[in-house]
């Protein structure tokens, strides 16, 4: 089945130069990106535990990977005033259908890890 997306003169044809798609699948297919947002699945959480989540994630990409999501409407970042105030990032709508796709990809990927030749 076509659907008119993947046409290559469809202006939302993410094969086109100028497809406003690009930025998105861009954010969508970064690693840090999917894994945040597979790790936000369980729920709100805190930057810390977010970051103990992500081994490997230094603070300043996790920072700019979840302004990224925030500023696409994927995550939401709630500023509770406490002092010191407490901030928790928690999934948006879109970021909770985003998720579906994404959750497929690393359920395939840790599946199918041994069949790559540089993981063997």
Request: include cysteine.
């Amino acid at each position: 089945m076509t659907t008119t997306a993947h046409l290559c003169d469809d202006p939302k044809s993410v094969y086109l130069a100028a497809c406003p798609c690009r930025d998105m699948l861009d954010l969508l297919a970064n690693k840090w990106s999917a894994l945040a947002l597979g790790a936000l699945e369980e729920g709100p959480q805190r930057f810390g535990a977010l970051r103990a989540r992500l081994q490997g994630v230094s603070p300043k990409v996790l920072t700019r990977t979840l302004r990224r999501l925030e500023d696409h409407g994927l995550v939401h970042r709630e500023i509770y005033p406490e002092v010191p105030p407490r901030v928790e990032y928690s999934l948006t709508a879109l970021g909770e259908d985003a998720c579906r796709p994404l959750a497929h990809l690393r359920t395939w990927v840790e599946e199918n890890i041994e069949r790559f030749p540089a993981s063997r």
